[in-house]
């Protein structure tokens, strides 16, 4: 259903933050950059985190489903993307193979974590396999599965999504060839399994979220800052390496290089790389983190103030304000089971009304940048897509990205692309952001 334009020009003309979590701080935007625990703690935090997903999540996707069993099965240097999260703090890989099998019993009992495996995965799953008295891996996953008789059986295979094909071909092949004839006629996808798994965030993970999305915002921030930008020497480049250093130097790593584009008044093309920033300059930056297992993805924009100038121009501030307001017509079309393809007209739908030029490409966030589930359209297609047909769930991560192109007067009627992204959390009721927004452009004044 599209929003009345008379509540999208209020939204427009008073942008508010939305409620933060309560056990979180909204981040300023240009504060420093705060610090993540020691790598002991991290760890403490990862794995308290996993034994509460693996206790609670993955047993009631299980029933929903109606799946008996789950068996995951990875190669050292060739992890399937749930087993790599589904993997201790300090179990970088899997380890030659692993293979992690759930069951469950029925009638109220525990679901089962059992490991074929050489190696233990730090007391998460109980070790079921002794080499020395069965040395055939294989058998021993086959004599479990027959003990256990599980009506349907999971693998992960998938024609749709990478996060449900985990399992090579190889691997597949062996582990059917393991199971008696019986078995194989129960197998079943485990890509739904697996997508949703990755997609759900537990209220418990929020916080940890926001404190690592606050040291992305605030290395963003500052990169588009006169303590890196000076006005006639800086260039594109100059910016992404910067981002590239300040974040390995602190023991952490980007999932992309950084993006930098400029947009110039007379410019059609946005210009990057080796160009040098200028007075008058907008200044676009695309950039994400990992930290604590966990991804983040941000867009900003920051504006190089002229001489004499003490704010931007007046239609930069509009296009700007058009943005952050997309972003709310956008999460207001949120509710649990409506179609990323749903939410996407929708949104599109009242921001034509109310006379924008909206482009929306915002997909799920979490474990992966580009996280499993349903995506909300595609910078290059706005339609409908196989890839938007899934439904949104509570307790999801997404990355609101999106555009607003708009005239500014000020260059002459030049059409810029005001282009945003930013991180919230949807508990199944309401929209969240994990760590604040940026709500206004960032203004780099002259030195």
Not at 2 to 13: C, S
Not at 46 to 53: H, K, M, P, S, V
Not at 301 to 317: F, K, M, Q, W
Not at 378 to 383: H, L, R
Request: net charge negative.
């Amino acid at each position: 259903m599209p929003i009345p334009t008379r509540l999208f020009a209020a939204l427009l003309l008073a942008i508010t933050p939305a409620p933060a979590f309560a056990n979180s701080v909204v981040h300023a935007w240009g504060a420093p950059a705060p610090s993540l625990p020691s790598l002991r703690e991290q760890a403490d935090i990862r794995n308290a985190i996993l034994t509460e997903r693996l206790d609670t999540i993955v047993p009631r996707l299980m029933r929903e489903r109606g799946i008996d069993m789950w068996i995951l099965v990875a190669r050292e240097y060739l992890e399937d993307p749930v087993v790599a999260t589904m993997l201790d703090a300090t179990s970088f890989h899997a380890r030659r193979r692993t293979i992690l099998v759930f069951f469950d019993p029925g009638k109220g009992q525990p679901v089962e974590r059992l490991t074929v495996s050489r190696y233990g995965l730090g007391g998460l799953f109980a070790p079921a396999w002794n080499p020395e008295e069965e040395p055939d891996q294989w058998a021993r996953l086959a004599a479990l599965v027959a003990e256990r008789n599980p009506r349907r059986i999971a693998l992960n295979r998938s024609s749709a999504t990478a996060f449900g094909d985990g399992m090579t071909a190889s691997q597949y092949a062996e582990t059917m060839a393991a199971l008696p004839p019986a078995f194989q006629e129960r197998v079943v996808s485990g890509e739904d399994l697996s997508v949703d798994w990755l997609q759900e965030r537990l209220p418990s993970e929020m916080p940890h979220y926001g404190a690592v999305m606050r040291v992305a915002h605030a290395l963003l921030a500052e990169s588009l800052s006169a303590r890196v930008i000076t006005a006639g020497q800086t260039t594109a480049a100059d910016v992404q390496w910067w981002l590239r250093h300040a974040v390995a130097s602190r023991g952490m790593a980007v999932w992309f290089h950084p993006s930098i584009s400029i947009f110039r008044h007379g410019s059609e093309a946005e210009l990057s790389g080796d160009t040098v920033i200028q007075p008058g300059d907008l200044i676009w930056s695309d950039f994400g983190i990992m930290g604590l297992g966990l991804a983040t993805d941000s867009q900003a924009l920051a504006y190089v103030l002229r001489e004499g100038e003490t704010a931007p121009p007046a239609g930069l501030t509009a296009g700007m304000a058009g943005a952050v307001a997309m972003q709310d017509v956008l999460v207001a079309t949120f509710r649990t089971g409506a179609s990323g393809n749903d939410m996407l007209a929708a949104a599109r739908e009242s921001a034509i009304a109310a006379g924008l030029d909206p482009s929306i490409y915002s997909h799920p966030i979490g474990t992966h940048g580009h996280g499993a589930g349903p995506a909300i359209g595609f910078w290059d297609d706005q339609s409908a897509t196989p890839r938007g047909a899934g439904p949104l769930r509570p307790r999801t991560a997404w990355s609101i990205e999106l555009a607003n192109r708009a005239t500014v007067t000020e260059w002459g009627g030049q059409r810029v692309p005001f282009r945003l992204e930013v991180n919230g959390w949807w508990d199944g009721a309401a929209f969240h952001w994990i760590a604040g927004r940026q709500e206004r452009l960032l203004v780099i004044a002259p030195r």
